[in-house]
């Protein structure tokens, strides 16, 4: 081979490995901009999958949440109706009495009808009756239905409120114990006109007002339980999504407990603002 086809022949190997180097380049580059948009687009799926998740879970959390807050509301509701309704008609009945008083009083002159002892306490007695089984054992009644629906859908979605389980334990034995004290007491006052004698003028109104307040005391303990799950089971449902948690309540008395994700606790309010304000709210209540 002569020198000059020598030379061409080096020339031709040289510029076929540059242009075997521009094309390896060429293909590794290729080769690396689909990588990268291939786990570009995974990413990108998968963030997609994450969010739609997110917000799924979030629309479930709500419908949720809506459930238990229509049936806390019609329970608070039935609760505020069963509790204004705890207290005998006693001055009703006494009432009764007026006319026959005022007739002994005044005799002829009197402008009331004539009417006689016995059916004064007579009417005395249906208004304490109709007390009893038209309006406290009627709404004592409502109040077991919404409870029962309340505490049915708390047990539906026990998956989605599992960290408010140990909350849900203490407020089921709170309410099993409550409501033995309501039904003990309601007892006493269903038979107290058999137990205690027609005549209701000889009964004891303080131990029959003081059955109604430990009713009513008990209503309000249930009331505030169920409050205080209300609480949990928001910030459980809602509060990773909308980013407000609500407060845990706070007694101004040890002898009144909350119930929390610990279960039933005593949990005192310390700020001395806070309680100065609340006693003077009692205060100017009682005064």
């Not at 995974?42 to 979030?58: D, V």
């Not at 009644?141 to 026990?158: H, R, V």
Request: charged share 25%; net charge negative.
């Amino acid at each position: 081979m002569k020198p000059e086809e020598q030379i061409d022949a080096t020339q031709v190997m040289i510029h076929t490995n540059e242009v075997y180097s521009v094309d390896s380049v060429a293909i590794i580059a290729l080769i690396v901009t689909i990588a990268l948009a291939a786990i570009g687009w995974a990413i990108s799926i998968w963030l997609q999958q994450k969010n739609h998740k997110q917000e799924q879970r979030a629309k479930i959390n709500y419908e949720i949440y809506s459930q238990l807050v229509t049936a806390h509301k019609e329970l608070q509701d039935a609760i505020a109706s069963f509790n204004a309704s705890t207290q005998a008609p006693l001055i009703l009945m006494s009432a009764e009495l007026i006319p026959l008083e005022i007739r002994q009083r005044l005799g002829d002159r009197a402008l009331t009808p004539v009417v006689s002892e016995e059916e004064c306490l007579h009417k005395g007695r249906v208004k304490y009756s109709n007390w009893i089984y038209d309006e406290m054992l009627a709404k004592h009644s409502k109040y077991q239905k919404n409870l029962s629906t309340f505490m049915y859908l708390t047990e539906d979605w026990t998956a989605p409120l599992s960290s408010t389980r140990t909350a849900l334990e203490a407020l089921r034995s709170e309410l099993s114990r409550l409501n033995v004290e309501i039904a003990t007491h309601k007892g006493v006052l269903q038979r107290y006109a058999t137990n205690n004698g027609d005549d209701w003028r000889q009964w004891n109104d303080d131990e029959v007002r003081g059955l109604g307040d430990a009713i009513s005391a008990a209503v309000t303990n249930i009331s505030n339980y169920i409050s205080d799950y209300m609480v949990l089971a928001h910030n459980e449902l809602l509060a990773p999504y909308y980013g407000h948690t609500r407060l845990v309540r706070k007694t101004y008395d040890d002898s009144y407990q909350v119930i929390t994700k610990e279960g039933l606790v005593t949990r005192i309010e310390d700020d001395p603002k806070i309680r100065a304000y609340a006693e003077s709210v009692i205060n100017r209540q009682q005064a």
